[in-house]
T-cell receptor, first 109, second 116 residues
Framework: KNEVEQSPQNLTAQEGEFITINCSYS?????LHWLQQHPGGGIVSLFM???GKKKHGRLIATINIQEKHSSLHITASHPRDSAVYIC???????????FGTGTRLTIIP | GAVVSQHPSWVICKSGTSVKIECRSL??????MFWYRQFPKQSLMLMAT?????????EQGVEKDKFLINHASLTLSTLTVTSAHPEDSSFYIC????????????FGEGSWLTVV
């Protein structure tokens, strides 16, 4: 059974700090997704990766296939980054997402 | 870019009534859509996989007669919560996969359902 674990569950940081959220999964995957869920509930897909590293603005996502581990980094964090960040994976031949429990990030001005 | 639109954003209904939530892919065809439910401070849980032109595939523990899913076209899937009860109050959200590998996933805005 595929399990996706995230850490930390909650993270509070000062504006400007470098943020790291970790995600581990238990079985081989075809892709790892990082999602951002705002307080209103809407979900935005931040990254989809199957290897290496991707960068978009202040966000960086990395994945290590051998270690079954991915990280999401936020540089120069800002209060508007406050949200729940969720990692999820899809397995080969299956489009269904398996979700992590989410990390609630709060950036204090 | 690709957009998945969900409607309504929020709805309040009385116990025993039915509520329909629509999920549309606006600029691409989605042969497969997914419906999720999320209770407060909990993870998203997959309810069912909606397949265009065929029956939906429900996850274990999800009542198919209570949560009716129809995927009549390549751009529209609907979720109907029948005979709603207060415990059905939740956040419902859909997603659709784009591309041959299905790995580009887009989410609807979500629908907040409150049953009173």
């Amino acid at each position: 059974k595929n399990e996706v674990e995230q850490s930390p569950q909650n993270l509070t940081a000062q504006e400007g700090e470098f943020i790291t959220i970790n995600c581990s999964y238990s079985v081989g995957i075809s892709a790892l997704h990082w999602l951002q869920q705002h307080p209103g509930g809407g979900i935005v897909s931040l990254f989809m990766l199957s290897s290496g590293k991707k960068k978009h603005g202040r966000l960086i996502a990395t994945i290590n296939i051998q270690e079954k581990h991915s990280s999401l980094h936020i540089t120069a964090s800002h209060p508007r980054d406050s949200a729940v960040y969720i990692c999820a994976d899809t397995n080969f031949g299956n489009e269904k997402l398996t979700f992590g429990t989410g990390t609630r990030l709060t950036i204090i001005p | 870019g690709a957009v998945v639109s969900q409607h309504p954003s929020w709805v309040i209904c009385k116990s025993g009534t039915s509520v329909k939530i629509e999920c549309r892919s606006l600029d691409f065809q989605a042969t497969t859509m997914f419906w999720y439910r999320q209770f407060p401070k909990q993870s998203l849980m997959l309810m069912a996989t909606s397949n265009e032109g065929s029956k939906a595939t429900y996850e274990q523990g999800v009542e198919k007669d209570k949560f009716l899913i129809n995927h009549a076209s390549l751009t529209l899937s609907t979720l109907t919560v029948t005979s709603a009860h207060p415990e059905d109050s939740s956040f419902y959200i859909c997603s659709a996969a784009r591309g041959s590998t299905g790995n580009t996933i887009y989410f609807g805005e979500g629908s907040w359902l409150t049953v009173v």
